[in-house]
Every structure is written in structure tokens, then in C-alpha cells.
């Protein structure tokens, strides 16, 4: 992203993003930066200062404020197939009683990659990352279904990834 793009993002926001969330607002260089690092994570600090024009210094600090608001994080992002773990699976949690208490339980797992709570057929949807199926059996019929709360589970074993993406920008 160029200069003139943030200067006209800038004029369209006038200088700063609502926070839907209550979270912190971000003006519209911070919103370029993180799109800089969504592109890549180990753009050095300089090419990023060039593109959203300030300087390195004021890319670091905006950067290491921007984590410790925990609006982003950057980290290794790795295939879990080339890492050793062949199965993957999205299973569908249906809970009865407290809904988070539930989420917070299948959090600590390691395996549970994602823990979202949701409206509709399924108060939490749970992707889980494994070595092998045997692995995931474990996972969901002695650790899940485990849980208490936990009423029912559906599996949805991935058979192929087709598109795993952190590019969604700052729209």
C-alpha cells in the first residue's frame, strides 16, 4: 500500500477506524501497517515505514503497540500435514448448561486449534488438529464428550485444505 493510499483511506475515515467491539480504534497508517504485516510477517520495519511513510522507529513502536493492544499477533503459520498431523476435523459441540464453561474446558486442549461459540445447530464449533485418526477418536469420544456440559458432537473430517488465509486485511 502506498502513501497516497493511506492519505486517501485517512480522508475517507477522517483519521481514525470505529471500534465495533470497544477495542481500540486504529487510524489509518496503523490499518496499513497491519495489512503490510497480514502480507508479510517478516517485512522489515524500513520497507514498512516506506510504504505507509514514517519512519522505522515509528513503525516498531506502532507495531509493538499494536501487539500489546493485542489487536494482532505475528506468528509462524505452518501446514499441519508437513508438521506431522494428518487429520484434521471441524466437530460441532452441543452443550447443555453454561456454554462457556464448555468453550473454556475444550480451550485448554491442545489439540482444539479453534473454539468459537456460535448461533444455531451448535452452541460451539471446535477444529481440532491431530496426529492421526486414532488421535482424533481419542480426542473427541474421551476428552470431549468428556467434558461436563457436553451433550452431543458432530465430526466433519477434512479430507483436502483448500484455502487456509490470514489476508482478510482491515476492511
Not at 495489512?35 to 506502532?62: C, F, H, N, T, W
Not at 489487536?71 to 498431523?85: H, K, R
Not at 494428518?86 to 464448555?102: F, I, K, L, N, T
Not at 464428550?145 to 489476508?167: C, D, H, I, N
Request: charged share 25%.
Amino acid at each position: 500500500m502506498h502513501s497516497e493510499a493511506v492519505a486517501s483511506r485517512s480522508a475517507d475515515q477522517k483519521g481514525s477506524r470505529e471500534s465495533r467491539n470497544g477495542g481500540p480504534q486504529l487510524d489509518a497508517v496503523s490499518l496499513a501497517i497491519v495489512e503490510q504485516l497480514q502480507e508479510d510477517g517478516r517485512r522489515p520495519y524500513a520497507a514498512i515505514g516506506k510504504a505507509v511513510g514514517l519512519s522505522e522507529a515509528a513503525v516498531r513502536q506502532r507495531v509493538q503497540k499494536l501487539l500489546d493492544q493485542g489487536v494482532m499477533q505475528i506468528v509462524a503459520v505452518t501446514d499441519p500435514l508437513t508438521v506431522g498431523f494428518r487429520r484434521q476435523a471441524m466437530v460441532g459441540v452441543s452443550v447443555e448448561g453454561d456454554v462457556e464453561s464448555v468453550a473454556e474446558a475444550l480451550s485448554a486442549m491442545s489439540e482444539c486449534e479453534y473454539v468459537v461459540m456460535t448461533a444455531g445447530s451448535f452452541d460451539l464449533m471446535v477444529e481440532v488438529v491431530c496426529e492421526d485418526d486414532d488421535h482424533l477418536l481419542e480426542v473427541i469420544n474421551r476428552r470431549i464428550r468428556a467434558v461436563p456440559g457436553v451433550r452431543s458432537t458432530e465430526s466433519f473430517v477434512y479430507l483436502k485444505l483448500k484455502k487456509q488465509t490470514y489476508m482478510w486485511g482491515t476492511r
